[in-house]
């Protein structure tokens, strides 16, 4: 059989545990039906003439995840993808496309990620590249989660619109979200414990972080 037929009850597994770990997380409330399809290697149909071999490509709106496999590659943990697909009804899913990512990789149970930030002289988030922000996105939610709780967060993300993110966290938070986060970066600062390698990060979470994309 192929690699998609070889991948697929595992994936369908994998895909009920993320789903009951998101639950309440946007649309996933409503039953919003999500349609997983393990391909081979396809093209890319974003960049013509490009093979998409690893990663997924998110059509949030119509629920369905395309995800590349094959015997060396194996499908991604799918809470990324999932998350992706049940943001897709929040006002401000756009603007807040980061914090949705670290939402879903704490959720997926990436490891600490503190270690490998720590001591690093880190940019804005919108300035950061694919995995540095993945890292950084995860250390925050985390840093919201300890001062409140999930549903905190996930109210915060339910109400927050793209002209004025920092009234949900204001309300939910009580502060803005620059406040916020320069209250986290000043954490990771003095936090204890020795600094990590954002290398040795990535090795243990590699499945989590591969290409993400959104269908335009």
Known sequence: GTAGERFARGTLNAARKARKRLAGFGTEASGTVV??????????PTEPGRLVT???????????????????????????????????????????SWLVEGYALHKA??????????????????????????????SFVRF????????????????????????AFQKGFSAPLRVLGARWRAG??????????????LKLSWRYLRPHRLRQ
């Not at 600094?195 to 990060?201: C, T």
């Open 144 to 167: 919201l989660l300890k001062a409140r709780d999930d549903a905190t967060l996930l109210a915060v993300l339910a109400e927050a619109v793209p002209e004025n993110v920092d009234a």
């Open 54 to 96: 690893q990663g997924s490509i998110v059509d949030a709106p119509s629920g369905r995840i395309w995800v590349a496999v094959s015997p060396e590659a194996p499908p991604d943990e799918p809470e990324r993808a999932l998350a992706t697909v049940f943001a897709s009804g929040l006002a401000a899913a756009g603007a807040l």
């Open 188 to 201: 990771l600062a003095s936090g204890r414990g020795g600094k990590g390698s954002l290398v040795q990060f």
């Open 109 to 138: 149970d990436v490891g600490d990620v503190d270690a490998s930030l720590r001591g690093r002289s880190l940019p804005d988030l919108s300035e950061a590249d694919d995995q540095l922000r993945a890292a950084m996105s995860v």
């Open 35 to 44: 349609r997983i399809h393990l391909m081979d290697p396809f093209p890319d």
